[in-house]
């Protein structure tokens, strides 16, 4: 009687281990740069992504630093950044409903421009 219940709460653990994402809630990947990127600031930078916007999305917005700079329409794509200037940067993209609201699911990498 025992092992069943280990048995159990192992396979529920791993259940409650997915991330609620993988549940059709949606989805962001930023492909492009890697988190932790050190970029040239001379050099041209592109944020390439992947997004299934689920149920409650629409689209999605590319941020940096916390400031939206890009309405992303596409589920697949890039976007050319404007200059950035030196220093550590945020770039997020984060899904949205049709009021351009955030529905709390995203993606934010570091980088470090130069």
């Not at 025992?2 to 990947?29: D, E, M, N």
């Not at 299934?52 to 596409?74: C, F, M, Q, T, W």
């Not at 050319?80 to 995203?106: D, F, M, Q, W, Y």
Request: hydrophobic content about 40%.
């Amino acid at each position: 009687m025992k092992r069943t219940h280990i048995l159990v709460s192992i396979a529920l653990g791993s259940i409650l281990a997915i991330p609620s994402t993988s549940f059709g809630q949606g989805t962001v990947l930023i492909t492009s740069p890697v988190d932790g990127a050190t970029l040239d600031a001379m050099d041209e930078i592109r944020v390439a992504y992947e997004v299934d916007p689920g149920p409650r999305g629409d689209h999605s917005h590319l941020y940096v630093d916390n400031k939206e700079v890009a309405i992303l329409r596409e589920r697949k794509g890039s976007y050319l950044l404007e200059t950035l200037s030196s220093g550590e940067r945020s770039l997020c993209v984060k899904i949205v409903n049709k009021a351009h609201v955030p529905i709390g699911i995203g993606q934010c990498i570091q980088v470090t421009v130069k």
